[in-house]
């Protein structure tokens, strides 16, 4: 097949930040050639500042290539209802709606009309695609770039008691300083925190070599101590919309590279992982504080659970390759 996806080069369009890993990190754009597809990648920076441009750009790359699929990721309104509605007319359009959770009811619910396909990674969003009358909604489960192959978990040499990586927010932040106020020394990596951006290697290696791989939801806190820890954490949690956690791509990623992984629990978690068994969940501060001093002094358990959660992504199958491989599979047989 002809495939256009409609993607960002840099991350979230800012050059400063890096390249996207859909661009240089096995992402997207390589798990669909790896299926055998023609990708004709369209990258939209260039076009972040002039909406009315972008519009015209697409329309022609589209109408020039002539592509079986056009696969986007819509952030905001960066494309037209009149754009989407001409490229759906000639061609196979999909979108990957990433936050349901939080986000059907003020934006999928008005864009997902527009797309041939939309794919979902909330399980409960399904019946509201189909309440507005929306039947080519497809569910998805977010995945990983990649996976580490034949770990020998018993030579890993640890350099992190507990690690963090993923971008600095308010809540993170807060959670960070509870943690060393307790004398839990936690190495946090990624953009605004002290150790900066990371490249994907990088984190596969933290991953790999850290005794507990923090998975902190970057969702609003609804913890007393949070909310009014200061006027800023205090606005934040009234004007944030956030209010459902979500599962996450990272929540795959590590027990893919063989990393033990303590995550904030989300719906549906359970639908992918034996919690207990192949991943660690904690409900709160407190709590979390209590699994890492837990899994700290419990090694054999500690390991226990990372093998399993190792055994069960790849079991499964983790990375992009075998979602789109299910996702197309499912367009294909919808369309017979």
């Excluded at 905001?76 to 754009?83: G, H, K, L, N």
């Excluded at 008005?110 to 080519?136: C, L, M, Q, R, W």
């Excluded at 956030?242 to 795959?252: A, D, S």
């Amino acid at each position: 097949m002809k495939i256009i996806p409609v993607f960002l080069h840099y991350d979230y369009g800012i050059k400063e930040r890096g390249e996207t890993l859909e661009y240089s990190g096995g992402g997207w754009y390589y798990a669909l050639r790896q299926l055998g597809n023609e990708v004709y990648p369209f990258w939209w920076d260039d076009y972040f500042s002039d909406k009315d441009r972008l519009q015209r750009e697409i329309i022609r790359y589209a109408d020039f290539i002539k592509p079986d699929i056009i696969l986007f990721i819509l952030m905001r309104d960066e494309f037209s209802f009149e754009t989407l509605d001409y490229l759906k007319s000639r061609y196979i359009t999909i979108n990957w709606f990433w936050d349901d959770q939080w986000r059907f009811e003020d934006f999928t619910r008005y864009y997902a009309p527009h797309f041939t396909y939309s794919i979902t990674t909330d399980k409960f969003a399904v019946a509201k695609y189909k309440k507005i009358g929306y039947e080519n909604v497809i569910l998805s489960a977010p995945a990983c770039y990649d996976y580490a192959r034949d770990i020998h978990f018993e030579t890993i040499k640890y350099k992190y008691d507990v690690s963090f990586v993923g971008e600095k927010n308010i809540y993170r932040e807060w959670v960070i300083k509870q943690l060393r106020k307790n004398h839990v020394q936690v190495v946090c990596f990624g953009n605004g925190w002290e150790n900066g951006r990371i490249s994907f290697t990088e984190m596969v290696e933290i991953f790999k070599t850290s005794k507990i791989n923090l998975n902190i939801s970057n969702s609003i806190s609804n913890d007393i101590r949070y909310v009014f820890s200061s006027y800023r954490t205090i606005k934040n949690f009234v004007k944030s919309q956030k209010r459902v956690e979500q599962l996450k791509q990272r929540n795959f990623e590590i027990p893919a590279f063989g990393g033990f992984q303590l995550t904030n629990y989300v719906p549906s978690l359970e639908d992918y992982f034996d919690i207990g068994k192949e991943i660690a969940i904690y409900t709160g501060i407190d709590d979390l504080l209590l699994q890492i001093r837990y899994y700290l002094e419990n090694e054999f358990e500690r390991k226990r659970i990372m093998v399993g959660g190792y055994k069960r992504v790849f079991k499964d199958g983790p990375t992009y390759v075998e979602r789109f491989r299910d996702i197309f599979a499912k367009i294909i047989e919808k369309r017979i």
